[in-house]
């Protein structure tokens, strides 16, 4: 299998996506972003590659949906890297590209200041690199990077 040199950028809409966003726009590097669809994220993302999933956040049977949406994307475009700021429709996305063999990164949401998200926890076993953008979180991720604030 090769991979192609591309960062796939997946996460959630709102917040998880601005943060996306602001880490990785200045990345003169191949990219393209996943997230689930709402009416001011289409306008807002109408000059970059995206494609929508299902966000299987309010009901456990969305989530074999996402995972096969995940799958089929990943298939398609075989991304090198992987970077994620959350939430959980990210996962299976993230899973996905470990098993084929992409490099995952994952930045832990900056509105957690002393706790940690609950997908962040998950993430923190299965990253390659793992950044967080509060100190007081090295607590719970000691092998993490304290990368500072997007924002």
């Known amino acids: 299998m090769r991979l ?3 960062l796939c950028v997946v996460c959630s809409a709102g917040g998880h996506l601005t943060e996306a966003i602001l880490a990785t726009d200045s990345l003169l590097y191949p990219r393209y972003f996943i997230t689930y669809k709402l009416p001011h994220i ?3 993302m109408k000059f970059r590659e995206v494609y929508y999933i299902t966000n299987p956040h309010t009901y456990i049977y969305k989530y074999p949906v996402n995972f096969f949406q995940s799958l089929r994307l990943y298939l398609k475009m075989r ?3 992987i970077l994620s700021t959350g939430s959980g429709m990210a ?3 993230c899973i996905i590209g470990k ?3 992409s490099k995952i990164i994952y930045i832990e ?8 998200s609950s997908t962040g926890r998950l993430m ?3 990253a390659d690199l793992f950044i967080i953008q509060w100190e007081s979180l090295l607590r719970f991720y000691p092998k993490a990077v304290y990368g500072g604030l997007l924002f």
């Open 91 to 93: 996962i299976a996305t």
């Open 124 to 126: 923190y076993h299965i």
């Open 79 to 81: 991304p090198k890297f």
């Open 109 to 116: 949401t900056g509105a957690r200041i002393t706790t940690p």
């Open 42 to 44: 289409e306008y807002s």
């Open 99 to 101: 098993l084929f063999g």
């Open 4 to 6: 192609n040199n591309i």
